[in-house]
């Protein structure tokens, strides 16, 4: 069974900084590339970063670029997400989620895990 946890939001100032966890199992954490998505208070869901299976690769939405840096430990089967310089808007629900085809098809699932609330407030 495929599982993500997430971990490690808080309350925190403008300004500050937070580090998010993803645990994963049940699947082969190191083939898969891993991603982060928020979800602000009556907004919808908003991607924000995503690092290659081989972690050579990442990728920021503009809203978070130069901000954040996404990473991952394939011994841990886990990826993280740093957040540096807060801001009052990055307030929301973040959820790691992992794309996976299903085998035998050209279809690809996305699983979620429950997410970590991130409240920036001064």
């Known amino acids: 069974e495929v599982q993500l946890v997430e971990s490690g939001g808080g309350s925190v100032q403008p300004g500050g900084s937070l580090r998010l966890s993803c645990a994963t199992s049940?699947?082969?954490?190191?083939?898969?590339?891993m991603s982060w998505v928020r979800q602000a208070p009556g907004k919808g869901l908003e991607w924000v970063s995503i690092?290659?299976?081989?972690?050579?690769?990442?990728l920021y939405a503009d809203s978070v670029k130069d901000r954040c840096a996404i990473s991952r430990d394939d011994s841990k089967n886990s990826t993280y997400l740093q957040m540096n310089r807060l801001k009052l808007e990055d307030t929301a629900v973040y959820y790691c989620k992992v794309a996976i085809q299903a085998p035998g098809t050209v279809w690809s699932y996305d699983y979620w895990g429950q997410g970590t609330q991130v409240n920036v407030s001064s």
């Open positions: 049940g699947f082969t954490f190191s083939n898969y590339a």
């Open positions: 690092i290659r299976e081989t972690g050579t690769s990442t």
